[in-house]
């Protein structure tokens, strides 16, 4: 496919790479530990108010996208959102660190909620290309 070929050649890749979409969800559950994880391939850790550490079981060389949602039972100003990644290393998974945040805008143990999330990371080292034309 031309377009997806040009799309590796602007990004300076020399071959098209593999990506890896990864998905899951748990259960917010206030100051205790997150419950009810979606998927396999991960763990969950809560490692202060608010604050979620995702680890993948393998790593990974670059993290193309993210999206992370809060799903809540009624209609709210909470969210969920991430906060910073890693792309891990020989002895260690890539993470995902996740906060929730209250409608106030600070980390905060939410009591209920499912926060969901999507990464998308690839085997392959991106890099913007020396120029671009179009």
């Given at each position: ?15 098209t790479?593999k990506?890896?979409?990864l998905?899951?969800?748990f ?6 530990a997150a419950t009810?994880?979606k998927?396999a391939?991960?763990?969950?850790r ?12 393998r ?9 992370v ?5 009624t209609?709210g ?15 260690a998974g ?12 600070t980390?905060a143990?939410l ?5 969901h999330?999507q990464?998308i ?9 020396a120029?671009?034309?179009v």
């Amino acid at each position: 496919m031309k377009f997806s070929g040009w799309i590796s050649q602007a990004l300076g890749l020399t071959t098209t790479p593999k990506r890896f979409t990864l998905e899951g969800s748990f259960t917010c559950n206030g100051a205790a530990a997150a419950t009810s994880p979606k998927a396999a391939g991960y763990s969950v850790r809560r490692t202060g108010t608010g604050t979620y550490v995702v680890t993948f079981d393998r790593p990974f060389r670059a993290l193309v996208s993210c999206n992370v949602t809060l799903q809540q039972a009624t209609a709210g100003n909470d969210c969920a959102f991430l906060v910073s990644s890693t792309l891990g290393s020989a002895s260690a998974g890539a993470t995902l660190t996740i906060e929730t945040q209250s409608v106030a805008g600070t980390a905060a143990n939410l009591a209920a909620g499912t926060v969901h999330f999507q990464a998308i990371f690839t085997d392959a080292t991106l890099s913007a290309p020396a120029s671009t034309s179009v």
